[in-house]
């Protein structure tokens, strides 16, 4: 089981549920709005937009990698490689200039080093096993995923611990963070992550056509999706790989404008477990992380000030939506042993590797590259070494490859 | 329990699960308001060298995970 959405057809559209999702969507921006500020409203929209664009495209960094590695399928990272090089085109002129509208700008940069390593590899073998990754964990619970709630709550979990450990990790071995722009400047930077996120794309495409004879192309529809016009298949889905990329690089530079830092979903994690764990009895305000300026800051305010936790709850409902028109919200409440076990393991893995290499699949790998810090490519490099041991230790848990 | 009461529990059971996280977090901004205005965490903020946090300092700015990150000497 991967971070996908069901492959059944399309069924009628599934009006409870999205009547629901949609309710609780103007009702999580109506909140943000009244008791923050208008931005953080239209942040729980671009929350919403991710998760809707993540479920239609069934767009899946867990799943995409496996199905590179085993099957030989990349669409999903040709189309990982066009979001992120659309989102780079906006975000890297946008960071260079510090402010837009008065609104300081921050890349998700961070260092290369012991504990980036580390976090990488537990992550990417994490998600083969917890069967997502972050984004996917999350749109698939809104999709209706009762094995990914488990994945979900040991992510949670796994972040938190990784609190507890992150400032002895930080003391180990770092280079620092390494930002080409400040030696190369933005527009020679720009130009030389296009052409390697290019040759990225380039190479998927050679691997596809070496494994399996032909290339599916990331801007038509998936093989079993219904024929339909454009505008049925915006609201009704099974969109194109390319719509999604596009999709998400639009959202993650509003997300940029209006939260003055690029899309994020992990900090949200350790934050909800601190926040659970506070309920529970455990003060954790006194562990050294959460004396940090803005770990204490998020600590003693509410959630919905803190930016990807609005843009998380967004995804869930945003996916939840999706689920809803699309007449694929079916979820199942049975769940093996064998694989409840490895969505435990898998969500501790991701949680607390996501927390030592300074992110996930979002906050490092989409926005780190697009941040034009090197530490997304050491992570990326890193993670998919790890989702490459993840896969065989997916055969002791009896999850299909 | 046939398939369709099945499936039927899991949404209610779900759509509970719901309504008990909106709940959590309506609580969670009643307990932060009572304590003072509310404003948004929104990160960016530049912090001086002279400023130390954690275990890392001096620091300019946090990576996305909150870690304060160390200053540029060369800036």
Known sequence: ??????????????????????????????????????????????????????????????????????????????????????????????????????????????????????????????MQLGGGCASGTLFTVGGGSVRMLITLAFFIAGALLGTAHLPWWSQQYAYGVVLPAEHLGVVATLLLQLAALALVFWLARRWELRRTGAVAAISRPPADAPVLPVSRRLWRGQWPLAWAAVALAVLAVANLLLAGQPWSVTFAFNLWGAKLAGLLGLDVAGWEYW????????????????????????????????????????????????????????????????????????????????????HGWAWFALAFAGTAAGLRARRCFGLED | MTSSSSASTVRIVLLVLLLA???????????????????????AETHGAEEEGGSVAPFCGFAPCGMPLECDPAR
């Open chain 1, 1 to 126: 089981m991967v971070a996908t959405v069901p492959a059944a057809p399309a069924g009628a559209v599934d009006r409870p549920v999205a009547l629901l999702a949609a309710g609780f969507i103007l009702l999580l921006a109506l909140a943000c709005a009244l008791a923050v500020d208008g931005r953080q409203g239209l942040l729980a929209l671009v929350g919403a937009g991710f998760g809707f664009a993540l479920y239609h495209g069934s767009f899946s960094f867990a799943g995409g990698w496996r199905a590179a590695i085993v099957r030989g399928r990349t669409g999903s990272i040709r189309a990982q490689m066009l979001a992120i090089g659309l989102a780079s085109i906006a975000m890297l002129p946008l960071l260079a200039r510090g402010e837009f509208l008065g609104q300081p700008l921050a890349g998700a940069v961070g260092p290369l080093g012991l504990s980036l390593a580390v976090g990488a590899l537990m992550f990417g073998f994490g």
């Open chain 1, 291 to 374: 004396s940090w300026s803005m770990p204490a800051q998020a600590l003693a305010g509410p959630v919905l000030a803190e930016s990807t936790s609005v843009t998380n709850f967004g995804i869930v409902l945003g996916a939840l939506l999706a689920a809803g028109l699309s007449g694929r919200f079916a979820p199942v409440a049975r769940v093996p042993l064998k694989s409840a076990l490895a969505a435990a393991i898998g969500g501790l893995l991701m949680g607390y590797g996501a927390r030592l290499s300074f992110g996930c699949n979002v906050g490092a790998l989409f926005s780190g590259i697009a941040s034009g810090s090197l």
């Open chain 2, 21 to 43: 996280v909106a709940a959590t977090v309506a609580t969670d901004f009643r307990h932060s308001a009572a304590a003072g205005p509310v404003t948004a965490l929104r990160n």
